[in-house]
C-alpha cells in the first residue's frame, strides 16, 4: 500500500504499519507539556510577572498553572506544587540545596495559585487541589486562589473545597490576592512593640 493511503480499519494490516512507522495511530494519546511559572512582584507595578522579569516577595510564592487540570495532568501538577512550596510526605521539608543555610530562601507562608489559565477542572484534578488545601493548612502555609472561571469554581465547590479554605481565600485578581497575602504576611510577620518613656 502507498504511504498516505492508509486504511484505519482495525483489523487491517495498514494500520499496523501506520502506527508502526508514524508512531500513532486511532488510540494515541496526547498529553500537554505542563508548564507553572513561579511569579514575582514586576519593579515600580503591582503587577504580577514571571521571576526573571521581577523580584521576589519573602514568604510569598505566586504560582501561575496554565493548563487544563484533569486525570491526565493531576500527577504532575501535585508534583509541581510540592516542588514549590517544598511539601513532602510530612509536611513542609527544608529544601534540599547545596547552598549555605543563610542563603536559603524564606519558606513560603502564603501561596497564590493564579487559576486564570486552567481552562477545566475534572473531579481528579479538583481532589487534588483539595488535596493541596489540607497540606497547605496543616503546613501552616496560607492558600489563596485568584482568577477561578464559574465552571473551574463549581467543580472546586463540589469537591469540598470550600470544607478546607474559607471563601476570603477566593480572589477576583491575583493582584487583590496578592495585596491580601502581603497584609496576612505583615500580620502574622514578627510584633513589635514600641515603647515610650
Request: glycine residues 8%; negative net charge; aromatic residues 6%.
Amino acid at each position: 500500500m502507498p504511504v498516505g493511503t492508509h486504511s484505519w480499519q482495525a483489523s487491517s494490516p495498514a494500520w499496523l504499519s501506520c502506527l508502526c512507522c508514524c508512531g500513532w495511530g486511532p488510540s494515541s494519546i496526547i498529553c500537554p507539556r505542563i508548564q507553572c511559572l513561579a511569579l514575582g512582584l514586576a519593579e515600580g507595578t503591582e503587577l504580577y510577572r514571571p521571576l526573571r522579569e521581577s523580584h521576589k516577595v519573602p514568604g510569598l510564592l505566586v504560582l501561575s498553572y496554565p493548563t487544563p487540570l484533569y486525570f491526565g495532568t493531576r500527577g504532575q501538577f501535585r508534583r509541581i506544587l510540592e516542588w514549590h512550596l517544598r511539601l513532602g510526605e510530612g509536611g513542609q521539608e527544608a529544601p534540599k540545596t547545596d547552598d549555605p543555610p543563610d542563603a536559603v530562601a524564606e519558606p513560603v507562608r502564603v501561596v497564590v495559585l493564579d487559576c486564570s489559565g486552567v481552562p477545566f477542572v475534572d473531579a481528579a484534578g479538583a481532589r487534588d487541589v483539595v488535596q493541596l488545601a489540607s497540606r497547605c493548612r496543616d503546613a501552616g502555609i496560607h492558600l489563596l486562589l485568584a482568577q477561578c472561571n464559574a465552571s473551574v469554581l463549581g467543580t472546586l465547590t463540589q469537591a469540598g473545597l470550600l470544607d478546607r479554605v474559607s471563601p476570603e481565600q477566593l480572589f477576583v485578581s491575583v493582584q487583590d490576592a496578592a495585596a491580601y497575602a502581603l497584609e496576612t504576611l505583615e500580620l502574622s510577620g514578627p510584633k513589635t512593640c514600641t515603647v515610650w518613656v
